[in-house]
T-cell receptor, first 115, second 112 residues
């Protein structure tokens, strides 16, 4: 079975440019999570969806960040305009239920560098 | 205070050694606990859940002390392939959601 798929795997862009990160969750999983990982702050939850609906976006750093999930098999995280401090690894994860005991499966991540 | 605290290490140990990692969490209402493993430049993957009675999976033993809000992971007979970062994870009990809170991780390097 395919796991969580993310694209691109690497992205290098210049400050001020728009960046779009993509995620395809595991089929049948109702929950999708977007995380950001940096050396300084570790792994932080940005936003998560249930059945394509955003449930909690309190982790989104500011208005420059937006996320959508138009259908059960696709989600995007957009940064516009991008800044050097947005450089990080962005992970998408999915799980079957909302139960805290349910495993979250992570995608390989997108390594973003903003120059 | 961080919600989940871990010693970042690194822990440098020889093959065959026994090594233990500890983690503390701040919210006593948390009910679910995990250890995730993250290899260099890879995604986190679930290593094992942590149950109140303690649980073992091969060379790995996890224990939970709710009174002290403390979680541990013991690795026996360590292998070179155990080199990774180990993330302590607890659920966010507010709002009854599936949100998880990750510690910063403890890095293990197993040397030949």
């Amino acid at each position: 079975d395919a796991g969580v798929i993310q694209s691109p795997r690497h992205e290098v862009t210049e400050m001020g440019q728009e960046v779009t990160l993509r995620c395809k969750p595991i089929s049948g999983h109702d929950y999708l999570f977007w995380y950001r990982q940096t050396m300084m702050r570790g792994l932080e939850l940005l936003i998560y969806f249930n059945n394509n609906v955003p449930i909690d976006d309190s982790g989104m750093p500011e208005d420059r960040f937006s996320a959508k999930m138009p259908n059960a098999s696709f989600s995007t995280l957009k940064i516009q305009p991008s800044e050097p401090r947005d450089s990080a690894v962005y992970f998408c994860a999915s799980s079957y239920t909302r139960l805290a005991s349910d495993t979250q499966y992570f995608g390989p991540g997108t390594r973003l560098t903003v120059l | 205070r961080k919600e989940v605290e871990q010693d970042p290490g690194p822990f440098n140990v020889p093959e065959g050694a026994t090594v233990a990692f500890n983690c503390t969490y701040s919210n006593s209402a948390s009910q679910s606990f995990f250890w995730y493993r993250q290899d260099c430049r890879k995604e986190p993957k679930l290593l094992m859940s942590v149950y109140s009675s303690g649980n073992e999976d091969g060379r790995f033993t996890a224990q939970l002390n709710r009174a002290s809000q403390y979680i541990s992971l013991l690795i026996r007979d360590s292998k070179l392939s155990d080199s990774a970062t180990y993330l302590c994870v607890v659920n966010d009990p507010s709002g009854n959601t599936g949100k998880l809170i990750f510690g910063q991780g403890t890095t293990l390097q197993v040397k030949p």
